[in-house]
């Protein structure tokens, strides 16, 4: 007779899968070694597939049934999550709601609205992952999204904000020291703020008619906090969204009408969470300190 897996091994193998050693999986899980050690033997042993992971000298190496069985025990752990955020006050203004939003919007603009609604809801636990890359709401990795582009699935519910643009700056202390730069040419004699792995949605970017390359930046960073900080401190020249840069009077626009990228905002949520109290109250909040910061995010005028 088959014994069935238990649901607790494939956290296990996830963690193992991640970290590379039985050991460092211990420490995530708070269990012991020799603990996470049984429970892949018996993983193993349950579903008659031979040996999930090999040794080597760097660690753990997953086996080919290994790498088949990952994305089915990812779903497992993401549907764990959100029957846990679920459980944890449907209904209620307690509980969890988990919140994706790029780097820049989640660092520099939401910290005073995230702020607001936790003062005024203590009962509702705040989870915020940054990143570029879209969450996937229809896999539950997130309640809530504020994203550059329309969503195209009809099971989401979105509200579109407002507009954000992006523009060329400076820092005054660059300035003086460099001249001002009045075509997009000029470019190629100062120190430019860019990435070193150009991001998807860069890609198909034009300056001055050319695509965008490493080659293009003399200061190359692959994290948006990190370009912004390089521009603050005065390194070169970089992009920067119009609304960030307003709030620090050293930040000078250039070059604005040669550059200047915009695009449309939007807070969205899962369609069946519409009901759910805690998550609309956010979903709502947000929408509105979003559609503030928007109507200050416009390029500069004339």
Not at 130 to 146: C, G, P, Q, T, V
Not at 180 to 196: K, N, Q, S, W, Y
Not at 274 to 288: C, P, Q, T
């Amino acid at each position: 007779m088959t014994t069935e897996p238990a649901w607790d091994h494939f956290r296990t193998f996830l963690s193992v899968l991640r970290r590379g050693s039985l050991s460092a999986a211990a420490r995530d899980l708070r269990l012991t070694q020799p603990t996470v050690g049984r429970q892949i033997a018996a993983l193993e042993k349950a579903l008659g597939c031979g040996a999930l992971f090999t040794r080597s000298p760097g660690g753990l190496l997953p086996t080919r049934v290994a790498l088949d069985l990952q994305p089915h025990a990812e779903t497992m752990a993401t549907t764990a999550a959100t029957i846990l955020r679920a459980s944890s006050g449907a209904g209620a203004m307690k509980g969890t709601v988990k919140l994706s939003v790029t780097d820049m919007i989640g660092i520099e603009v939401l910290p005073p609205a995230l702020r607001n609604f936790s003062a005024r809801h203590p009962g509702i636990a705040l989870e915020l992952s940054l990143s570029n890359e879209n969450a996937d709401l229809l896999k539950r990795d997130a309640d809530i999204a504020i994203r550059m582009v329309q969503p195209s699935q009809k099971a989401l519910f979105a509200k579109k904000v407002g507009r954000v643009a992006l523009g060329m700056h400076a820092h005054r202390r660059y300035l003086d020291q460099h001249p001002m730069p009045t075509r997009l040419e000029d470019l190629a004699h100062h120190v430019v703020i860019g990435f070193d792995r150009v991001p998807a949605y860069a890609r198909n970017l034009r300056i001055g008619g050319q695509p965008i390359t490493r080659e293009a930046f003399n200061f190359r960073c692959d994290n948006d906090a990190g370009q912004l900080a390089a521009l603050r401190a005065g390194i070169g020249i970089g992009v920067c969204q119009y609304g960030i840069a307003r709030r620090n009077s050293d930040l000078v626009p250039i070059l604005t009408r040669e550059f200047t990228l915009q695009y449309d905002t939007w807070v969205v949520m899962h369609e069946d969470q519409k009901g759910v109290e805690r998550v609309r109250s956010l979903f709502d909040h947000l929408a509105d300190a979003m559609r503030e910061y928007c109507a200050s995010a416009g390029p500069p005028r004339g």
